[in-house]
């Protein structure tokens, strides 16, 4: 097995021009599905690290990934007091970056166009500079959950690590940055050299952003030896069971739904019912996180849904911003909602309904609009079940939540009474929402904690 080689400045400055060759061929190596699955050959491979000089690497030889081991750095990062040490969850809708000891920022990981001014581009929170953010046209460094266009993603994290936000000083700055699961070699080996070569980080730490989640949770729970963190992000949703740190690769699901495709769904519903509302995505996105739950009798709000009147609690009246006077949408109080007739105050309104528990019902059964794939009670359970039998009934009182889907009203309540059905009586059931589940980086300061 390849294990990695130390690069020193020199090498990374005489060649510049054969770097940038390679990483155009690299960013493109995914589409071409026999090359990809080819074993990767690594300047880092999964539990390995590689640093710039040796020096750095025995100083920090401590520094593993997380899902072979639980990383510890002491002191917050690495080769003496003076070294800092940035943590960046790059997900493919938010990146969540800040310092280990510091506040973190949560920010859009893409940039933007805005029908006004095509022109110009916009970059991560650049967002709140457009005028007028209806019809946004987003460019996303991400693709179906893996980094592709990395022209979008180096000028996202120019801007993050430039004057704009964190003036990170790569001389003293080493970073952890998160990557999916199951990630593309040739997509790895291009993000070593970006962040080695080109931003001359000291040294890097490449790790599942589930694997910190499930660190946060042995840390603050030591007498548990087993967890199963359920990640729902952006593009797909993870089952991954850990062991003593350990994820137990034999025993993982992924479920092709996540968050996007809640949005898609949400947009396609209100356009064929009310309203043409297929380019808008960025405001259909707000109607989704401030609407819409996870039912926990689905058949009976169906009912409630059909109802007239009062009696349809269910109905809400969303107003929809016209980013002149209202700049953000908002919910209609109930009593002000006029339950027969049109509003005469010229806000433009979206009534709805079923929308509001049917879009994350896809998250429980993806079937209901064609995709042949397991909803995530069942997913879990059947995760659990591939393990030994012995590991079970620790796994199933470990259940951990994490990513954006999760902080849909509900959902946990949800997850729990479902996977409590699925298994035997004699075993207990917990599921644990972490509060600040949406900003990881906040957990993963933990990681930097010596001990």
Known sequence: MHTGRVRRRGEAQHGRQGLLQRRRAAASAPSRGARALEPARLAVVPGRLRFPTMQRARSFSSMVTAGEQRPEVAGGGGAGDSMATLVLDNGAYNAKIGYSHDRVSVIPNCQFRSKTARLKTFTANQLDEIKDPSGLFYILPFQKGYLVNWDVQRQVWDYLFGKEMYQVDFVDTNIIITEPYFNFGSIQESM???LFEEYQFQAVLR?????????????????????IIVDSGYSFTHIVPYCRSKKKKEAIIRINVGGKLLTNHLKEIISYRQLHVMDETHVINQVKEDVC????DFYKDMEIAKLKGEENTVMIDYVLPDFSTIKKGFCKPREEMILSGKYKTG???LRLTNERFAVPEILFHPSDIGIQEMG???????????????MQPHFFKNIVLTGGNTLIPGFRDRVY?????????DY???VVL??????????????????
Request: hydrophobic share 30%; proline share 8%; with cysteine.
């Open 376 to 390: 995530i009670p069942e997913a879990i359970v059947y995760s659990i079940q591939n393990l030994p039998e012995e």
């Open 192 to 194: 070593n050299e970006i």
């Open 293 to 296: 739950y996870v039912s926990q």
């Open 417 to 425: 009474s479902e996977v409590r059905c699925l298994t035997p009586t």
């Open 434 to 451: 972490p509060e600040n589940c949406q900003s990881r980086c906040g957990a993963y300061s933990l990681v930097l904690e010596p001990g």
């Open 428 to 430: 207990d059931v917990s």
């Open 207 to 227: 790790v599942n952003a589930g694997a910190l989640s499930a660190h946060r949770y042995f840390r603050d729970n030591p007498s548990e030896l087993c967890c």
């Open 347 to 349: 806000e433009q309104i």
